[in-house]
């Protein structure tokens, strides 16, 4: 009887977890996570092998910070287990000097484009400086005393998502002061495919600084070894040579950059991330999501912002009534954005990790695009006029396309040539076996 109760009991309770999931309730990524490793090791027969990001191998890098002033720049996914990467190095004896801090804020509670100022870290009294807004750069007195650089974020792999343009000026500044900068690596969650329009340097903007797809399938650390390798930086930084691994010296015309590598992970993995990047990338689905729905801010339609599941939810007051409702309010990372107090209609694309996978079919879906401009009854007016949606897509031809009404599968054919030329750029600097096909 008492076997029989606890099969009842561990039934009922796979049933209304999986019920959670998949009508979208509000699991947490941990969650998740687990879920999906369960799942995985069911289907497979076999215990799945942990992903390790690369600020768990200590064992790789500690030895390169002894004796060193070390400025790090993190948020609140630097994690080394269950300790933020900070409190780790201190404990480990690290002399960590100064905090960089990207969009969102070290501590990720800031809402998207909101300004930040510097601040001092409350828990450890190091100085906080930011890095967005009209200072996305440190200068030569923010690195005063500081003879070791780290880069530790959790990226999602998406051009228009900041950190990689934060990347790129901190590795400029790195290169131009002639200070090493050891970045520890993490995987990325959209990194087995590469998809999207090519950014056009016509529409360089901090959402899109380099002429990649707005799906480029890197790690931060491959992406750091393109942008340098194809001299992407400043052109003090691009007349200086990269020397692998870092060392204490210091020449004038050789930087210093190693990065230290994920273990177990390549470009097949779908890794689910223990904390959510950013506050409206709340679940993996959002992640896997975002590259698409994204283009929304470029538009008058709300993305979600507000809602429980942003980037998963969009729509506006004046498309049909017979779709999904739903009104927008402010909330924690999302104080004011579109819509907010007005019943909108339009999608809310929910379903488990694999259902929104198979969904997306690793490309970019312009279809949410194209079904929203179709019945939204004011064309003229669906594009904001800030030319946002042209920065976030990279060029204008997109946007021409849309209210031309050419078909999905044109536009796609129309990225194809510039999308082939980038994977060939993107292959010299791959640090992990790339997925199998795309």
Not at 19 to 28: D, R
Not at 71 to 98: E, P, R
Not at 382 to 388: G, H, K, R, V
Request: net charge positive; hydrophobic share 40%.
């Amino acid at each position: 009887m008492k076997n029989f109760t606890e099969l009842r009991t561990m039934r009922i309770f796979l049933f209304l977890l999986s019920m959670a999931i998949i009508f979208n309730y509000s699991p947490s990524v941990a969650q998740l996570s687990q879920v999906n490793n369960m799942d995985n090791q069911l289907k497979s027969g076999q215990k799945s092998t942990p992903i390790i990001p690369g600020a768990e191998r200590m064992e790789m890098y500690l030895p390169l910070l002894k004796g060193r002033s070390v400025a790090i720049f993190a948020n609140q996914t630097s994690m080394v287990k269950n300790s933020h990467l900070i409190d780790t190095l201190l404990k480990c004896g690290i002399k960590v000097v100064k905090i960089f801090g990207p969009e969102h804020g070290f501590r990720g509670d800031a809402d998207a484009g909101e300004k930040l100022g510097n601040t001092q870290d409350k828990k450890t009294g190091i100085p906080v400086i930011s890095l967005y807004g009209n200072h996305k750069k440190p200068t030569a007195e923010d690195l005063l005393g500081v003879d070791m650089l780290i880069f530790d974020i959790q990226d999602v792999g998406v051009r228009f998502y900041t950190f990689i343009s934060s990347l790129e000026y901190y590795l400029e500044a790195a290169v131009e002061n002639h200070i090493p900068l050891l970045i520890l690596d993490r995987p990325n969650p959209n990194g087995f495919y590469v998809d999207g329009p090519v950014l056009d340097k016509k529409f360089k903007s901090f959402v899109g600084m380099q002429p990649i797809p707005v799906v480029y399938g890197m790690t931060v650390g491959e992406y750091a070894l393109m942008l340098a390798g194809e001299k992407w930086l400043s052109p003090l930084a691009n007349a200086t040579d990269i020397n692998q691994p870092a060392t204490k010296d210091r020449q004038k015309n050789v930087f210093q950059l190693k990065v230290i590598l994920c273990k177990n992970y390549d470009h097949n993995s779908k890794y689910v991330l223990p904390i959510a990047p950013s506050p409206n990338l709340k679940s993996m689905q959002a992640i896997y999501l975002y590259p698409s729905t994204c283009f929304f801010e470029g538009t008058l339609l709300s993305e979600g912002r507000g809602t429980e599941a942003p980037f998963q939810i969009f729509g506006h007051p004046l498309l049909p009534n017979n779709l999904f409702s739903f009104t927008p309010k402010p909330t924690a990372g999302a104080k004011s954005s579109k819509c907010f107090y007005q019943k909108c209609y339009g999608w809310y694309i929910a379903g488990s990790n694999e259902v929104v996978l198979q969904n997306i079919k690793n490309s970019v879906q312009i279809k949410y695009l194209l079904d929203a401009y179709h019945l939204f009854p004011g064309k003229d007016s669906f594009f904001l006029i800030n030319n946002f949606f042209n920065q976030l897509a990279g060029t204008d031809l997109l946007m021409a396309q849309i209210k031309q009404q050419v078909k999905e599968n044109d536009i796609r054919k129309s990225w194809k040539p510039l999308i082939d030329n980038f994977k060939k750029i993107r292959k010299k600097y791959l640090l992990y076996k790339d997925f199998v096909s795309n």
